[in-house]
């Protein structure tokens, strides 16, 4: 009998090392993924007004001001539309996909969402357009 126990406590021990293993693999996942949003290493597409002039060069990068969406003077995190005049020409209207990188949601150390950045870079690309916040 004192074997049968031994071998449920082994059973338990081993279980619960396991489950351990495997919070603890999800918690430094998630900080690992936080970390590389908020460096700017995750792509995140969405579909946006885009004001740009028509003598943007494939693979040529302008500096962009991004407007957000507010909330009672609250930061939304939801892009309104994006700007990127490099010239005295009028800009024409766009709806389209761009590729954001960097974090879409910012938050204080509170946890409180905080505005995002209102600078960016816009490259575009022969495929669409991609922005890295400054």
């Not at 049968?4 to 090392?17: D, I, L, R, S, Y």
């Not at 946006?48 to 969406?69: A, I, K, N, Q």
């Not at 996909?97 to 509170?110: E, I, R, W």
Request: proline share 6%.
């Amino acid at each position: 009998m004192p074997r049968e126990g031994a071998k449920v406590f082994e059973n338990a021990f081993k279980a619960f090392f396991w489950i351990a293993a495997v919070a603890v693999a999800l918690v430094f996942s998630v900080a690992m993924y936080r970390q590389q949003d908020e460096s700017g290493s995750v792509p995140h597409t969405r579909t946006v007004d885009f004001y740009m002039t028509g003598d943007w060069l494939v693979g040529e990068s302008r500096p962009c001001t991004l407007e957000t969406s507010m909330a009672d003077t609250k930061p939304l995190g939801l892009i309104h539309s994006v700007t990127c005049l490099a010239s005295d020409r009028e800009p024409e209207l766009h709806h389209i996909s761009v590729t954001f990188y960097g974090d879409l949601n910012p938050k204080d150390d509170d946890g409180k969402p905080r505005r995002l950045p209102v600078q960016w870079t816009c490259t575009r690309h022969s495929d669409g357009f991609s922005c890295k916040g400054w």
